[in-house]
């Protein structure tokens, strides 16, 4: 009867919360820690990317003292977030953490969604693919293998509830618009 009423008073109304921390939540964890261990052990670790960040936003003069893997890895890294904020933005309202059908939930097909139906988990993939390319990585790299299936896996869910909740009107947009990489996928 409480989760009843917590779902109301969040609004929900459609959910797939059991199978969203079974399929997502933990296996995505994991990933994210394995990858992180990898980065500390397997590679030069993360402790100064936020100073590095902060040297070059502040310094832009010493971005050629910088050596490439660390350049790179911080602009996939800033590139992925920047992609999951306008994401997340763009669905104001609608977001959310979990996969849910809000009361009142709309199809969001404009702004950053009309090139792809998932750029939060693209730039999930962007940003996160930063952090073992920052600590030149490759055990870290090869980590995220599984965390892109795990994001596949959680498209599905999401692509399930959409469709059954606003049937042809999402059908109709899966069709013309990319799962996650504009142009190709």
Known sequence: MARKRLLE??????????????????????SMLVILVLCGTHGDGLTRIWQDLWELVTHPKNFVAFPL?????????????????????????????????????????????????NPIYLGAIIGFTGLPTYAASVYGLLA????IAVFVVRIKMEEELLSEH????????RENTRRLIPFFY
């Open 9 to 30: 008073k969040l609004k929900i109304v459609k959910h797939s919360l059991r199978n969203d921390l079974v399929w997502f939540f933990v296996p995505w964890l994991i």
């Open 69 to 117: 893997q660390r350049t790179l890895g911080l602009s996939l890294f800033v590139c992925g977030l920047s992609i999951m904020l306008v994401g997340q933005t763009t669905l104001w309202n609608n977001y959310s953490g979990f996969v849910v059908i809000k009361k009142d939930h709309q199809l969001v097909t404009h702004g950053i969604y009309r090139y792809t139906r």
């Open 166 to 173: 606003f049937g042809a009107e999402y059908e109709l947009y």
């Open 144 to 147: 995220i293998l599984p965390q």
